[in-house]
C-alpha cells in the first residue's frame, strides 16, 4: 500500500516509513546476495530469498520488532517468490511451483515438472499467472492448484508479466522484447506493443487501466497507451 521502502545494501537491510521519514528497522548480517524481497499485504513482515552454499534461504521478518525466524532451506531452483493477497502463503517458483504456509514454512500445494521464469497473482487472489521458457503463460487456479488455460503467442521465454487491477487483461514481455496484451476470460490476444530491441525486465499496469509502463535490458523506459497502443513517453 505504499507506506514502506525496503532497501538493502550490502549485507543490510533497512526499512523506512514513506509518510514520516523515520528508519523503522535497520539490520545487518544478512548472507551477500539478496535475490528476492516481498512484503506481506498486512504490512507485517518483509520475506527475504538469498542464496547459501547453493541452497535457498527464506527469512521472514516483522516490521514492528525486527525479528527474524527462518522459514525453510533447501536446495530447490528458484527465480522469484510471491506473497498471496490474503498474507497467508509464500509462493516460490522456478523448477515448478510451491504454495508454502507463511508461518510454518509448511508445502501446502506443489507442482513439479514445470519451469516458470516470472509469476504474479490476480489482484482478487484468485488465480497465478506464470510464464516459461518455453513461451507459453500458464493460468492457475490457487485454491485447487489446477492449470484452467494456456495462452500461446510469444515465440521466446515470458520474462515479465503483469495483471489489471480490475483482473481482464495480462500483460506479458519476453526475451526478445516483444509485449502483448491479453483478455483474461478469453485467452486472446487484444493487442501487440512493438517495444524494446532487447529482453523485457518489467511491466506495469497504472491503477485507471489506461496505459502501461514497460523497462528492458536495452535500458530503455516506456509508457504506453493501453487503447491505442501508441508509446507516450
Do not use: C, N
Given at each position: 500500500?505504499?507506506?514502506?521502502?525496503?532497501?538493502?545494501?550490502?549485507?543490510?537491510?533497512?526499512?523506512?516509513?514513506?509518510?514520516s521519514g523515520r528508519l523503522l528497522q535497520k539490520y545487518k548480517g544478512m548472507p551477500e546476495g539478496i535475490d528476492y524481497i516481498s512484503v506481506s499485504p498486512d504490512n507485517e513482515f518483509v520475506i527475504f530469498g538469498s542464496w547459501d552454499r547453493q541452497e535457498l534461504s527464506v527469512q521472514v521478518m516483522e516490521i514492528s520488532t525486527g525479528k527474524f525466524s527462518l522459514l525453510?532451506?533447501?536446495?530447490?531452483?528458484?527465480?522469484?517468490?510471491?506473497?498471496?493477497?490474503?498474507?497467508?502463503?509464500?509462493?516460490?517458483?522456478?523448477?515448478g511451483i510451491y504454495l508454502r504456509n507463511l508461518r510454518t514454512g509448511k508445502i501446502v500445494r506443489e507442482i513439479n515438472d514445470f519451469q516458470v521464469n516470472v509469476a504474479t497473482i490476480t489482484p482478487d487472489g484468485c488465480y497465478l499467472v506464470t510464464g516459461s521458457e518455453d513461451s507459453t503463460i500458464?493460468?492457475?487456479?490457487?485454491?485447487?492448484?489446477?492449470?484452467?488455460?494456456?495462452?500461446?503467442?510469444?515465440?521466446?521465454g515470458i520474462t515479465a508479466l503483469a495483471v489489471s487491477t480490475d483482473c481482464k487483461s495480462i500483460i506479458s514481455g519476453d526475451f526478445d522484447g516483444s509485449i502483448k496484451v491479453w483478455e483474461l476470460d478469453l485467452d486472446s490476444n487484444q493487442m501487440d506493443i512493438d517495444s524494446h530491441s532487447d529482453q523485457?525486465?518489467?511491466?506495469?499496469?497504472?491503477?485507471?487501466?489506461?496505459?502501461?509502463?514497460?523497462?528492458?535490458?536495452?535500458?530503455?523506459?516506456?509508457?504506453?497507451?493501453?487503447?491505442?497502443?501508441?508509446?507516450?513517453?
Open positions: 500500500d505504499g507506506r514502506y521502502l525496503v532497501a538493502v545494501r550490502k549485507q543490510t537491510i533497512s526499512i523506512l516509513d514513506l509518510d525453510f532451506k533447501g536446495i530447490i531452483h528458484t527465480t522469484g517468490m510471491l506473497v498471496t493477497p490474503d498474507g497467508e502463503h509464500l509462493i516460490t517458483y522456478g523448477d500458464g493460468v492457475w487456479h490457487l485454491e485447487k492448484g489446477e492449470m484452467i488455460s494456456t495462452i500461446l503467442g510469444h515465440s521466446v523485457v525486465y518489467e511491466v506495469a499496469i497504472t491503477p485507471d487501466e489506461s496505459r502501461a509502463i514497460s523497462g528492458a535490458a536495452d535500458g530503455s523506459l516506456f509508457v504506453w497507451d493501453l487503447a491505442t497502443s501508441q508509446k507516450l513517453l
